[in-house]
């Protein structure tokens, strides 16, 4: 009997209709508040996990590894969760690895990952591929006149730094450690070091530190000569400039720390209001690319777990439960599904958005993410 029941019981599991619909979570702000979980939203994903509703779990956050984050938030929500099930602000620059062919791979390359703790997310670069990482830290206990104000945090580096792979030289340019690529994986910690290394960056003649470009300041030149002398280029992973932690009132983001550098940039360089642009390239929630990256790696979730049959019907909605009307709302609300999915948008009043009229307009404004997901499904039917 027990094992007849068992049987039909699964059968019955296995022949509900796979969902056309799926959501994808915001995390800061939605289901966690300063990494304590917020009022339902363990009992949300319990429910769709119960009724095999596909979700991904998308966050302008990082700073570690996806295995490890996701272990956390599993832990804390008590709902069974794997790598795939999210994507972090900077798990697109795995891609960058191998990058799309031979010559622009960075594998091997020289790369600075500036932000996070400590330097976790050197060591998530590493697990993602990169083979030749410095921090920030490391660059400053190798030659700490580099930042005069360094003496107050040398004991903090020191747990972590490592030696450079080559040494500072100025005399010796060619010689002299060469950077290929910066990013800031996470929101920086030591925004003064990290604006002055990155700065230096941008400014050398080739990436090499110690060095300044006879370019720079060239009229002649596009840009006035500046990043047009094989200096590093510049990856950001988050454009927030606010979002929602322990403090009642957002606090600054990433978009926090790129605005400063921009502003040092435009003090150094005449910026943009004399035509000479900071070029980089910023990853992220609201923007195509991060979610883009999300529903493809939500596809093949949904493929894993309903097999890659004939009949299984496309994804055609997608919810998006977000806290931050700039990265969560705007992004849904635009992003061009090239799967031919719809995504509609879901505002919850328990992060960054605390009332009024949203400066991106949701499909719904719910009060917190269980509230938000009861929408959707009645929605869905
Ligand atoms: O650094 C995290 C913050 O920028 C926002 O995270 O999860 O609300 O996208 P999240
Ligand atoms: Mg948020």
């Not at 027990?2 to 994808?24: D, E, K």
């Amino acid at each position: 009997q027990h094992s007849f029941l068992g049987h039909r019981a699964i059968q019955t599991a296995s022949s509900r209709p796979v969902p056309n619909f799926a959501f994808a979570f915001d995390i800061d702000g939605v289901l966690l508040r300063s990494s304590k979980p917020i009022p339902g939203a363990a009992d949300s994903l319990a429910l769709l996990k119960e009724q095999g509703i596909p979700f991904i779990l998308l966050t302008n956050g990082g700073g570690k590894h996806e295995t490890d984050r996701v272990a956390e938030i599993s832990e804390k929500l008590q709902v069974p969760l794997d790598a795939s099930d999210i994507v972090q602000s900077h798990s697109p620059f795995a891609e960058l690895v191998k990058g799309p062919d031979e010559a622009s791979a960075l594998e091997h390359k020289c790369v600075l990952v500036a932000g996070g703790d400590g330097d976790n997310c050197r060591r998530v670069a590493e697990q993602y591929g990169f083979k030749n990482v410095v921090t920030p830290g490391d660059i400053l206990m190798a030659n700490p006149a580099i930042w005069p104000f360094s003496k107050n945090f040398s004991d903090y580096y020191k747990t972590f730094a490592r030696p450079l792979p080559s040494p500072i030289d100025p005399n010796n340019p060619a010689k002299s450690l060469k950077i290929d690529a910066v990013f800031v994986f996470n929101d920086p910690r030591d925004w003064a070091l990290d604006t002055q290394v990155i700065m230096d960056l941008l400014l050398s003649s080739q990436g090499r530190m110690g060095t300044l470009s006879e370019k720079n300041g060239r009229t002649d030149l596009p840009n006035h000569g500046y990043q047009q002398d094989g200096q590093p280029h510049l990856y950001f992973s988050n454009p927030d400039l606010w979002w929602a932690a322990a403090y009642p009132l957002p606090r600054l983001g990433q978009g926090g720390f790129r605005e400063a550098l921009e502003g040092v940039w435009a003090a150094t360089t005449g910026g943009p209001s004399k035509g000479i642009e900071l070029k980089k390239t910023v990853i992220g929630k609201p923007y195509q690319p991060t979610y883009e990256f999300a529903e493809h790696q939500l596809l093949r979730n949904r493929l894993k777990t309903f097999g890659n049959s004939t009949d299984l019907p496309p994804l055609e909605r997608v919810y998006m439960v977000g806290d931050n009307p700039e990265s969560d709302i705007r992004g849904a609300n635009s992003y061009r599904s090239g799967f031919g999915s719809s995504w509609q948008s879901i505002l919850v009043r328990t992060g960054v958005y605390s009332g009024g009229d949203p400066a991106y307009t949701p499909h719904t404004i719910a009060d917190n993410v269980h509230k938000g997901v009861q929408w959707a499904l009645k929605s869905s039917k």
